[in-house]
Nanobody, 129 residues
Framework: QVQLVESGGGSVQAGGSLTLSCAVS????????????IAWFRQAPRQEREGVAA????????YYADSVKGRFTISQDSAEKTIYLRMNSLQPNDTAMYLC??????????????????WGQGTQVTVSS
């Protein structure tokens, strides 16, 4: 089973930027890195987990929640098997634990958490006003 390790979280002021990383390792037997959907979710206290952005490692197609379109960018380094989430113009309501998730093959709804079986431990992002 694939393992995911997030990094890059921290504390920034409103308007600032952060880049999160999700290192992917241990691909399932017979399933290459090129056949995953990888997504970033976030969860704030007392709120539901929200899909933020997703990417297909094979074709590179990307998906974004309306709340982050134009501010966040998901990308990948295939050689390093790492998924990045560049977050610009951060606001206090972006404060949350950010988690990386993986699904083998095709996800019908790439930003829905039920599509994903493998999760990382998360990295905290705190934005102050």
């Amino acid at each position: 089973q694939v393992q995911l390790v997030e990094s890059g979280g921290g504390s920034v002021q409103a308007g600032g930027s952060l880049t999160l990383s999700c290192a992917v390792s241990g691909a399932t037997r017979g399933v290459s890195y090129k056949t995953y959907a990888i997504a970033w979710f976030r969860q704030a206290p007392r709120q539901e987990r929200e899909g933020v952005a997703a990417i297909y490692t094979g074709g590179g197609s990307t998906y974004y929640a309306d709340s982050v379109k134009g501010r966040f960018t998901i990308s990948q380094d295939s050689a390093e098997k790492t998924i990045y989430l560049r977050m610009n113009s951060l606001q206090p309501n972006d404060t949350a634990m950010y988690l990386c998730a993986a699904a083998e093959g095709y996800a019908l709804e790439p930003l829905r958490q039920n599509e994903y079986k493998t999760w990382g431990q998360g990295t905290q992002v705190t934005v102050s006003s």
